[in-house]
Every structure is written in C-alpha cells, then in structure tokens.
C-alpha cells in the first residue's frame, strides 16, 4: 500500500466494523426528516440580478425546497420543481436534497455563497459532492467575481495541487498545460474535451462555474486524444433563463489593462418556451514584458427551446480569438541559475516581431429529454474549428550556446490546424430498491479529430548571428517564415493526423440507508489514431510514413462514501484513465497508449452547513509517458505522483467567506531510459496553497460593502526534467475592496501586493522560465438591469 494511505488504514477498518449501527440509526433519521418543516426559500439565480451581498434582495421566484417537493416531477409538487426553477427543464438541478438558507439557484447547480453542493462533471449526473467518492472541487462565479480573477489560471489556484497554463503563452507544443496532481490533465467545455485550448481561454463572460476533477476520469469521457489521466478542468457555461435581464461593465487596470463585457439574458416567447442568451468581452492590454500587447474576444451565444417541464434543446455558438507576439520565456541561466542575471523584462525577438493568433469556432448542441419520474436522456454533439500560427524568435537552450552570455537564435513557427466532431448519447434511470436509491447511467460516445501541423525552423542547426542577452540584446534578424527552400530549413514535425476515439460506458450510483453511497462503473474505450508524419527522420525512415495506434481496454472505476457520523464521511475509490502517446522522432511508434491508475481515499465534512471540505490521499501510476529533456521526445518512461490535500470552506454567517487549500505532490520518474530513477517531474511544486477571507459589512452605513484578501503561495520547481535548474517558492498577495447594490458593482482589487519578483517554469522547448506578474491595480463596474 503506498506510504501516504497507510495512515487511513485503521480508521477505515473501524468504519467497517461500525456499519450496522450506522444503518440501524438511519430510521431515526429518516423520521427526523419527515417531521421537518419546509426549509426557508432560496434565490433563484436572475443573471443580471444577483442579489448583492448583505442588502435587501427580491428574488425572483421562490421555490419549495422540503425533500419531497425537489424532486423533478414529482406529482406531489405544488410549486415549481428544482429542476424546472431556471425556467427549462435542466439535468444539474435533478437534485433530492436539502437546500441551506441563502442558496442561489444557478443553470449549473445550487450555490451557497462559494460552496457548490452539486456538480455534473464526475458523474454525468446532478449529485450533491458529498455523496461522490472522488476529490472535486467547484469554483463559483461569485468566488470568481470577488477575486476579480483574470484568467482561468488564477481562478483554478483555489483548488489544492491544480497549476494552469501561464497567461503569457499564446500557444503550447502540449495537449495538456494544465497540472494537477502533478500530471498532465485535460480540459473540457460543458463536459467534451477541448483540444489545445485554442481562442481566447481566460474569457469569463460565459462562465457560470469551473469544476476540478482529481485523478483518471476515464469512465464517462473520451474523445480528443483519449480519457484523461490526471485530471480534468470543466468549464461549465451560462445558460438563458425564463426572466429577462443583462449585465454589462468593463474592466480597467495596469499595463493598460481594458475588458468590457456583456451578458443578455432575454426570452424571446411570451410563453418562455425559446430562450436566448449572449455573452461576450474583448480585452486588450500591454505587459510588464516589453512587446507583449494582448487583444482577445469571445462571443457566445445560446438558444434554447422547452416545453419548461421535461424537454430542452439547447444550442450554443463559440467564437473566440487571441492575438499576440508569441512569448518564448527567459532561459533558465541569466534568470534562476548562473552568475549574472538577464532584465526579467526581456522579450526574445525583434519588436516588429508578427503577431500570432489562436482561434476557434464551435457548435455545441444538448438534448435532455425526462420521459417520466423513472427514465430520461441526454445527446450532447459538438463540431469546432481551430487554428494556431505561433511565430516566435527564440534561443534554443537554457545555458548559453554562444559565449559567456549569448545565445544562438532562430526563427521557429508553429502552424496547426484542427477540426473536431464529437457526440455522447446516454440514458439514465432513477429508482429506489428497498433500502436504496439509485441512479443507473449507460452511454456510448464518438470522436473524431483531425489535426495538422508542424513545428519549423530555419536556423536551429546554423543558427542567426548569436545575441548578448545581457549586454546588447538587440536582434538585427528580421523575423521570416521558415522557407522549405532555405538551406537551414529544419522541420522538428510536419504532420497530419486523425485521433479517432470511440466507447461505452455504464455507471451505477446506490445510496444505502441514506448512509452508504457506493459509485460503480466501466467504460471500454478505444484509441484509433493515424499519424503521417512527412519527415520521420528520428527513425531512420527518409519517405514519409503513417504510423498507428489502435488499442481497446476495459477502464474500471468503483468507490464509496460512508457517512461515519453526522457531518463526516469516509472514502475510497479507484479509476483508470488512457490517452494517446504523441507521436516522437527518436522512440519507435505504434506505441501503447499511455495509462493510469489512482487510488484515492480521504473525509468529507459539513457541519451545519458552515465548515465543509475535503481532506484526501492519493496515488498515480503513469505509464508509457513521454520524456522531455530536449527539443522533442526522447524516451517514454513511468512515473508516479503520491500526496495529499485538503480544500476547506468556512462560512459562519452571511458576512465571512473563508477559503483555504493546501496541496503536497510528490511526483517523480519511476522509470526511464533518459531521465534518472527519481527525478522529480518539471513543473510541479511540491508544496502549494491558498487563502482567501471576504468580509460583507452589516452596519447600515456600510452595507453593500465588502472587502478581501488572500495570499497564494507555491514551493520551488524544477524547470527541467533533468532536474539542472529550478526556481525558487514564491507567494503572491491579492486584496479588494467592493460595493454591490441590486443595480451597481463597483470593486478594486490589488494583485500581488507586496509586488513579489519570481520566475515560474515556461513550457517551451526545456529549460525556459517567465517571470511572475508585476504589482498590478484593477477596477472594475458593472450595470446590472
């Protein structure tokens, strides 16, 4: 047993030997329960009308929450169900469960404050957190709003052991930039993977939630390149509604920081059965790093048709595009290793360097269908579009390669094309048997993606005239298109290729006496994968070649949530994931898909509704992963992260919100021909966490006031899987200052206070860093009507 679950060991014996009694208490729970009086009513969420903290507020819609009246068509119901209180016929309010007071309704679940007490992504079904035997975190508009976050980077910080993709970055030479728990993890847009992430990937005009998955998630998703095998980030959209309203404002800060937003919400029947919402911002802004100037836009619009009881169709729009001079990072000598030190400022490249750009336009459509109390359906297809041009002028190494402080530099461009359509039909039921209750889920689903590309170069052998970065970092190099007919032309890739994923997947869910909730399922998944690659010369083949992966393999996840005790659970569970290798020049293909396994146990509490959280442990087994220590693949290894982690939420009254995670990864090769036994995996901080305090004030002169503050902090990484350079721990101070009305928002946040000078690791080309964000002052107003 790994050394990390040792420690639980005895204690989940004890939960064993205990159950009986466990469920012979239950009866006198359940009538407790029923001589319950109905709970006081919650808000039902209007999207420009988001009752402002601690000041009068005039729902909307009021909505029975005793537990006979919540669930969806139930005939006993004399008002509006929870799944029909956003006005459609929505899945993620398909909930049996007690609502606190101060709960807002959203199209995405209900919210308390910033506790999510449901969430879709982990089981394709509406289930309270508590009751799923697997560590998922939620972050919430309203923890979004008041952090003033500015990319979703920033906004998955508050979830233990998660690291995103670093916003200077236009493009990524990896599927997955985001980490968690040490490994790679996937990202998805209302729950079909997103390849590459391409567009403008920290807009928040359409986002309603982000849900984190730890761990394999295989069992209910495919598609893109495989099931995911560290994780998954689920970006959960805005949805219409019945009642008309609209949000604009703009935000407004450092660097010449400029986004203004919309958000309308406007029924287009009289009847409310044709629901139309559009969303959308542009942001433009400089950087702290010379050249840098960032214009991003998305636009996002959704229409739905309901017969508001038990039918919904809905269709969603994407279009989305990010443009700015390609930011190749700092070596790692000069800047956390060396003798001298480079202007963290610096930009790599000529100041007349084009401009790169990423785009993507999609079509998302979703059918839920409830045919009666028992049994109900969901189709969910999408088709997108995307495109990269990444343009960048770069050094090709961490240390210099051309003198004591100069560095050889090249022109490097990285054009991709992809287009991906993908479908995931499913069926559920819902049914009790004798002392449970049960939710049954089958689904098969298809993908299909094309993408093609390559990465060129025409002077990464020969080189341009080498440059001092740090006594004249003047680049008298035009920048050009690396050009086939160019004697230094050198093409690292130049491929097309067709990932093919396809499977079927059945899930049981069992709540037993109220106090067991046991979670069981398969998926058989298939990866079928066609890569031509025109210059495969790390093999030794001089023609172009076609090389394939086809794999199928049963991936199994089980678990269980015991509640112990009033307010404290107990669980276990383990999942398998498998994604596509990427094709590599210098390891032979038609390789194995890469795999994972995890076994996962930890608590669960929530004590009266205002101290709840997750405390958990984990192992990862990862193999058949590519190596990076160079330019390119060098080897495929195993590696294995063990840690745990806790995310807690403190919630006494309306007034204070208190959040706080802290994550320990221990994540290293197991196993290679390149890398030593060991080594720890690049990228990663061991030890990384987050605090984050909101005030609402309650005294009439002050109230619609609040204020906040919070500190991120993270240990030191290793820039490199060689583990030669790493950077230094670092921590980051944010504060705000707010004032919200029933119409107005008005705030003004500070992020990194104390203005902290630190370098994170860049994925690039090994061996790069960026250095941290600056000292930074943004405001922001809303008009909410």
């Known amino acids: 047993m790994p050394r990390v679950l040792r420690k639980t060991e005895t204690a989940l014996a004890v939960v064993i030997a205990t159950v009986p009694f466990w ?34 507020s005039k729902p909307r819609k009021k909505i029975s929450t005793s537990p006979q009246l919540v669930v969806a068509g139930s005939a006993k119901a004399t008002s509006t169900p929870l799944a029909n209180a956003t006005g459609t016929y929505n899945p993620a309010l398909d909930l049996n469960i007690e609502l606190p007071p101060g709960t807002t309704i959203t199209t995405a679940g209900p919210v308390q404050g910033y506790r999510a007490l449901s969430a879709m992504s982990s089981t394709k079904t509406a289930t309270p957190i508590e009751q799923i035997p697997q560590s998922i975190q939620v972050i919430p508009k309203s923890l ?24 200077l970055g236009i493009g990524t030479t990896s599927l997955t930039p985001l980490i968690i728990r040490g490994f790679p993890a996937q990202q998805w847009l209302d729950g079909l993977p997103v390849n590459y992430d391409a567009g403008n990937r ?33 970006i959960v959209s805005k949805m219409p509604t019945d009642i008309a309203s609209a949000e604009v404002g703009t935000t407004f800060g450092s660097n010449n920081y400029y986004r203004p937003y919309f958000d309308i919400n406007q029924p287009i029947s009289t009847d409310g059965t044709v629901l139309f919402r559009l969303t959308g911002e542009y942001t433009g802004t400089d950087s702290f790093v010379d050249v840098v100037h960032q214009d991003r836009y998305s636009v996002n619009p959704t229409l739905t048709f309901t017969d508001k009881t038990d039918t919904t169709l809905t269709i969603q729009g ?19 290793a060396g003798d001298f030190r480079l202007n963290r400022d610096l930009f790599i490249g000529p100041t007349d360097l084009p401009t790169s750009y990423t785009e993507v336009h999609g079509v998302t459509v979703t059918f839920d269908r409830r045919l009666d109390p028992t ?91 080498p440059v001092d970065l740090l006594n004249n970092p003047v680049f008298p190099t035009p920048y050009s298109n690396p050009n086939p007919t160019s004697p230094f032309y050198f093409p690292f890739y130049d491929f097309h290729s067709t990932y093919v994923t396809k499977g079927a997947y059945t899930q049981i869910q069992s709540t037993i006496y109220d106090r067991i909730h046991v979670l069981a399922g398969v998926r058989v998944a298939n990866i079928d994968i066609d890569y031509h690659e025109k210059y495969p010369y790390g093999l030794g083949v001089l023609d172009p070649t076609t090389f394939t992966t086809n794999e199928t393999k049963a991936l199994p996840r089980v678990g269980a949530v015991i509640d112990v005790l009033p307010g404290i659970s107990v669980y276990g569970s383990y999942s398998e994931g498998m994604l596509a290798t990427p094709f590599t020049q210098a390891v032979s293909t038609s390789i194995a898909p890469e795999t994972s396994n995890q076994v996962e146990t930890g608590l669960k509490f929530n004590f009266g509704d205002q101290l709840t959280g997750t405390i958990a442990f984990f192992d990862i087994q990862r193999q058949n992963v590519p190596a990076f220590v160079s330019v390119g693949i060098n080897a495929l290894s195993a590696q294995e992260s063990q840690g745990f982690e806790t995310d807690l939420l403190w919630q006494p009254n309306r007034n204070w919100r208190v959040l706080a995670s802290y994550g320990y990864t221990d994540v290293v090769f197991s196993d290679s021909l390149v890398v030593p036994k060991g080594n720890r995996v690049s990228g990663v901080p061991e030890h990384s966490g987050r605090v984050w305090v909101d005030y609402a004030f309650d005294y009439p002169m002050l109230r619609g006031w609040s204020v906040g503050a919070g500190i991120y902090a993270a240990s030191s990484q290793y820039v490199d899987n060689a583990n030669l350079y790493r950077t230094p721990g670092y921590f980051t101070i944010d504060a705000k200052i707010a004032y919200e009305t029933e119409k107005y928002r008005v705030s003004f946040n500070v992020k990194n206070l104390t203005d902290e000078q630190y370098f994170v690791p860049f994925a690039w080309l090994g061996g790069q860093v960026a250095p941290g964000d600056d000292r930074a002052y943004y405001g922001t107003v809303a008009y909410k009507f």
Do not use: C
């Not at 930011?327 to 000598?333: D, I, N, S, T």
């Open 23 to 56: 469920i012979e208490s239950s009866s006198a729970q359940e009538a407790k329960d029923a001589q319950s009086s109905q709970l006081p009513p919650v808000v039902v969420s209007n999207p420009g009308q988001t009752p402002a903290k601690n000041s009068p």
């Open 318 to 336: 994407q279009m989305s595009r990010f443009e700015q001079p390609a930011y190749e990072g700092l070596p790692a000598v000069g800047t956390v």
């Open 375 to 465: 049994w109900s359906f969901n189709v969910k297809g999408r088709w997108a579009a995307s495109s990269f041009d990444q343009k960048s002028q770069t050094t090709v190494s961490a240390a210099p390669d051309a003198g004591p402080t100069s560095w050889t530099i090249a022109n490097i461009e990285l054009p991709q094309q992809q287009e991906e359509f993908t479908i995931n039909p499913n069926v559920q039921a819902r049914f009790a048997l004798g002392p449970t209750k049960n939710v049954w889920l089958a689904g098969v689903d298809y993908s299909h993606v094309t993408d093609s590309g390559g990465m060129f170069t025409d002077g990464y052998l020969f080189g341009f005239p």
């Open 144 to 167: 979004i709003t008041d952090q003033n976050s500015l990319t979703v980077s920033e906004a998955i910080q508050n979830a233990s052991n998660v690291q995103g993709p670093n916003s």
């Open 202 to 234: 920290d807009s928040f005009a359409n986002v309603e939630r982000i849900e984190v998955l730890k761990g394999p998630s295989a069992i209910l998703y495919g598609g893109g390149t495989g099931a995911p095998v560290g994780g998954a980030v689920n």
